[in-house]
Every structure is written in structure tokens, then in C-alpha cells.
């Protein structure tokens, strides 16, 4: 099972360069990237184009300002943000104010001592004074080295989108979105308004249970995976007991059915190369599903862990979409049926009039949500 920090780090590696985000921006999908990976992967689409995510393939408008465009992803960038606080040394670490202010003659420059949640800087103790007790409130201000990633994602404060020294402190049920006291009186003066932890109690059962029902289904494909493993692998034995028996008989008519055995034989690994085309069909579509529906358990989960209640509003509406849809995505329908092999060996006797090595035949059973084309081959007369 993934710990903490594992999974805290995978949510802050982009999957395109594997490197940790910077800029990250969200798909609809809810699959964040890093904003110059995407501009390389879709650099050859234009401004309103519908083009796959890189990760599940679902489709989404390039905005009409660019890819620049897309929601920036503030709980990824969060996450970030602790991750590489965290993993930051305080040995021998120069105040950045002082470093800042004295060029880069760095000898007389103070080692830093304290870090400053809120402006995210490493200070001495001179420098982190002031932070202390500015007019606005005081900020967040621990010891070099102490803090962790739970504790910097939870003390970060969110601030509002248009007023950016306001800390947001209602949620909008009418415009979805995390607002300060000050929008509250103007903009949303009428709309329905809840103080942030209390909404973001009321989705985040919403968010559990969609995301029991999301892995609800994850173990359904997982089970339709192993059903279709069985399936093929049955095949296979049944595909090797054909070749086996065309071999056989081909023996007994020695040299005058040479020609005729390699037919066969290569028509029935046709059957086995069309096959596998229609297994890969079905399991890159239960892969797909397994990628979107485990990704979206993990960031959700994750949100819940370490988000503050205002990431959790403002991600919730977004996932639930999200979760219905996959919801109603339902891959396990998609079934993979196999064609049964068989072989039917000549009349040897008959080798002049008969078919001299037999007939292979494939049959298969119609399969729901994807069309699978079904091959049935007649050997001529000898």
C-alpha cells in the first residue's frame, strides 16, 4: 500500500516529463500536467481544437487564449510547494531577505533559522520578525526544518482569486466557488453562502461516497481483466491443440501436403493475430478506465487527507462531474469472447478428392460496446 509521502509525490510528478510539476494546469478530466509539457505534446493543434488528454484520452477544448488558458491546479501547486519546503535543508541555508539585499557576496549573510508559511521564505531571526506582526495578521512562521508536508499544505492560507490579500472564508453554492468576506457583500450579496468547513464537510461525503463507488467499479474491471486473461488463455491452448492436430496429419500425407500444413498453419496463427488485435481492443479499454478511475480515487482521497476545506470546495463540484461520469462510463460491459479453434482432420484415404489436411474453423459470440470483426475461413480443394 502507498504511504503518504509516496503518494504525495507521485501527485506532484507530471506524468509527460516526470519531473515535478511547474505551472501545473487541470484537464476537465481532473489530469494536471505541467503547462510547457502540454504546449509541446499539443504543438501542433490550434485554438479550439478538441484534443486528447495525454493520460486517458479524453477529449477537451484548447481554450481560446491557449493552453495557458486551462484552470491552474492550486492543490497540485500546493502540494508542490510543501513537498519541496519539506525536503529543503536548513544547514548552511542563507536568509533569502538578506541574500536578496546583499547581492551575492553570501560570506556575511545569515544562515536562515525559521521558514515563513505564507510568503514561503527561508529567514533569519532578524527577518522573520516582522513577519510576526504585520498589520494584516500575523503570519504562519516555524522553525527551519520542522515543518512536513501535511502541516504546510493545511497552514497555507487560500486566498481569493480577486482580492488577493482577502483569505477566503465562504464557499458559493450558487456560483461554485470559494469567495472572502469582501466579494460576500458586494458581488454575492443574495446568493446561498456557508462558512468554507462546513461545505466542505457536506462534499466531502459526497466525495466518499463517490469515491467508493468509483473503486466499487475499479474492482469490477479488475475482475473483467482476469476473466478475459482466462478466456484468452484458453484460446491458446485451443489454438496450440489445432496446430498440433494439423501437424499430425500432415505427417501422414508426407511430402504431398507440405504446402497445404503451412496453409494451415498460417491461417490459424491469422486467427490467433486477429484475436489478439480484439483482446488488445478490449484491455487497453479496461486499462483507460482502470488510468481515469484510480487517478481520480487517488487525487480525491489525497484532496480529503491534505487539502485545506477550501481546496475541498473548490475541486468538489468539478469531481463529482468527474465521478458521475465514470460512473456512467461502464467498461465492464465490455466482455471479451474469444472464438473456439477447432480442427478437423481429412480422410487420408480420400487424399486425392479431400481436402488433404482439413478445415479449421473459428467461431465467436457477438460482444456488446465494441464491434469485433469475425473472420471465417474455407480452405478450397486440393
Same mark, same amino acid.
Given at each position: 500500500?502507498?504511504?503518504?509521502?509516496?503518494?504525495?509525490?507521485?501527485?506532484?510528478?507530471?506524468?509527460?516529463?516526470?519531473?515535478?510539476?511547474?505551472?501545473?494546469?487541470?484537464?476537465?478530466?481532473?489530469?494536471?500536467?505541467?503547462?510547457?509539457?502540454?504546449?509541446?505534446?499539443?504543438?501542433?493543434?490550434?485554438?479550439?481544437?478538441?484534443?486528447?488528454?495525454?493520460?486517458?484520452?479524453?477529449?477537451?477544448?484548447?481554450?481560446?487564449?491557449?493552453?495557458?488558458?486551462?484552470?491552474?491546479?492550486?492543490?497540485?501547486?500546493?502540494?508542490?510547494?510543501?513537498?519541496?519546503?519539506?525536503?529543503?535543508?536548513?544547514?548552511?541555508?542563507?536568509?533569502?531577505?538578506?541574500?536578496?539585499?546583499?547581492?551575492? +557576496?553570501?560570506? *556575511?549573510?545569515?544562515?536562515?533559522?525559521?521558514? &515563513?508559511? =505564507? !510568503?514561503?521564505?527561508?529567514? $533569519?531571526?532578524? /527577518? #522573520?520578525?516582522?513577519?510576526?506582526?504585520?498589520?494584516?495578521?500575523?503570519?504562519?512562521?516555524?522553525?527551519?526544518?520542522?515543518?512536513?508536508?501535511?502541516?504546510?499544505?493545511?497552514?497555507?492560507?487560500?486566498?481569493? +482569486?480577486?482580492? *488577493?490579500?482577502?483569505?477566503?472564508?465562504?464557499? &458559493?453554492? =450558487? !456560483?461554485?466557488?470559494?469567495? $472572502?468576506?469582501? /466579494? #460576500?457583500?458586494?458581488?454575492?450579496?443574495?446568493?446561498?453562502?456557508?462558512?468554507?468547513?462546513?461545505?466542505?464537510?457536506?462534499?466531502?461525503?459526497?466525495?466518499?461516497?463517490?469515491?467508493?463507488?468509483?473503486?466499487?467499479?475499479?474492482?469490477?474491471?479488475?475482475?473483467?481483466?482476469?476473466?478475459?486473461?482466462?478466456?484468452?488463455?484458453?484460446?491458446?491452448?485451443?489454438?496450440?491443440?489445432?496446430?498440433?492436430?494439423?501437424?499430425?496429419?500432415?505427417?501422414?500425407?508426407?511430402?504431398?501436403?507440405?504446402?497445404?500444413?503451412?496453409?494451415?498453419?498460417?491461417?490459424?496463427?491469422?486467427?490467433?493475430?486477429?484475436?489478439?488485435?480484439?483482446?488488445?481492443?478490449?484491455?487497453?479499454?479496461?486499462?483507460?478506465?482502470?488510468?481515469?478511475?484510480?487517478?481520480?480515487?487517488?487525487?480525491?482521497?489525497?484532496?480529503?487527507?491534505?487539502?485545506?476545506?477550501?481546496?475541498?470546495?473548490?475541486?468538489?463540484?468539478?469531481?463529482?462531474?468527474?465521478?458521475?461520469?465514470?460512473?456512467?462510463?461502464?467498461?465492464?460491459?465490455?466482455?471479451?469472447?474469444?472464438?473456439?479453434?477447432?480442427?478437423?482432420?481429412?480422410?487420408?484415404?480420400?487424399?486425392?478428392?479431400?481436402?488433404?489436411?482439413?478445415?479449421?474453423?473459428?467461431?465467436?459470440?457477438?460482444?456488446?460496446?465494441?464491434?469485433?470483426?469475425?473472420?471465417?475461413?474455407?480452405?478450397?480443394?486440393?
Amino acid at each position: 500500500m502507498a504511504t503518504a509521502a509516496s503518494v504525495t509525490t507521485d501527485l506532484t510528478t507530471c506524468p509527460i516529463c516526470l519531473d515535478v510539476f511547474d505551472n501545473p494546469k487541470s484537464l476537465p478530466c481532473l489530469h494536471a500536467f505541467c503547462l510547457k509539457c502540454l504546449e509541446r505534446y499539443f504543438k501542433d493543434a490550434c485554438l479550439g481544437d478538441e484534443v486528447p488528454c495525454p493520460l486517458c484520452r479524453k477529449e477537451f477544448e484548447i481554450p481560446s487564449d491557449g493552453l495557458s488558458g486551462l484552470q491552474h491546479h492550486f492543490f497540485i501547486q500546493r502540494l508542490v510547494d510543501a513537498r519541496k519546503a519539506a525536503n529543503e535543508k536548513s544547514d548552511g541555508v542563507p536568509c533569502e531577505v538578506c541574500l536578496e539585499e546583499s547581492g551575492e +557576496d553570501s560570506d *556575511k549573510i545569515p544562515t536562515a533559522t525559521t521558514f &515563513c508559511v =505564507d !510568503c514561503h521564505q527561508q529567514l $533569519c531571526e532578524q /527577518c #522573520s520578525r516582522p513577519h510576526k506582526r504585520w498589520r494584516g495578521g500575523a503570519h504562519q512562521v516555524r522553525p527551519l526544518g520542522t515543518e512536513q508536508e501535511e502541516e504546510l499544505i493545511q497552514l497555507r492560507g487560500s486566498y481569493c +482569486d480577486k482580492h *488577493k490579500d482577502k483569505q477566503v472564508e465562504l464557499y &458559493c453554492y =450558487d !456560483c461554485n466557488e470559494n469567495i $472572502c468576506l469582501m /466579494c #460576500s457583500a458586494v458581488k454575492h450579496r443574495q446568493h446561498k453562502a456557508d462558512e468554507i468547513p462546513e461545505a466542505a464537510k457536506m462534499f466531502s461525503l459526497q466525495i466518499n461516497s463517490d469515491n467508493e463507488q468509483i473503486w466499487s467499479q475499479v474492482r469490477g474491471v479488475q475482475e473483467k481483466s482476469k476473466e478475459k486473461q482466462k478466456k484468452r488463455n484458453e484460446f491458446l491452448r485451443e489454438v496450440d491443440t489445432a496446430k498440433c492436430g494439423i501437424k499430425e496429419v500432415g505427417n501422414k500425407v508426407a511430402r504431398i501436403v507440405d504446402n497445404q500444413t503451412a496453409v494451415q498453419l498460417s491461417e490459424v496463427d491469422m486467427i490467433k493475430s486477429e484475436d489478439e488485435k480484439k483482446a488488445e481492443i478490449v484491455e487497453e479499454r479496461y486499462q483507460l478506465a482502470l488510468v481515469a478511475m484510480e487517478s481520480f480515487c487517488t487525487y480525491s482521497r489525497e484532496l480529503l487527507d491534505k487539502g485545506r476545506p477550501s481546496d475541498v470546495t473548490r475541486a468538489a463540484v468539478e469531481l463529482h462531474k468527474r465521478a458521475i461520469e465514470l460512473l456512467n462510463n461502464d467498461v465492464t460491459s465490455i466482455q471479451y469472447r474469444s472464438p473456439h479453434v477447432t480442427f478437423t482432420p481429412a480422410d487420408v484415404i480420400q487424399v486425392k478428392c479431400l481436402k488433404l489436411i482439413g478445415k479449421v474453423a473459428v467461431a465467436t459470440e457477438k460482444q456488446s460496446g465494441i464491434q469485433i470483426i469475425v473472420f471465417v475461413y474455407i480452405w478450397r480443394r486440393f
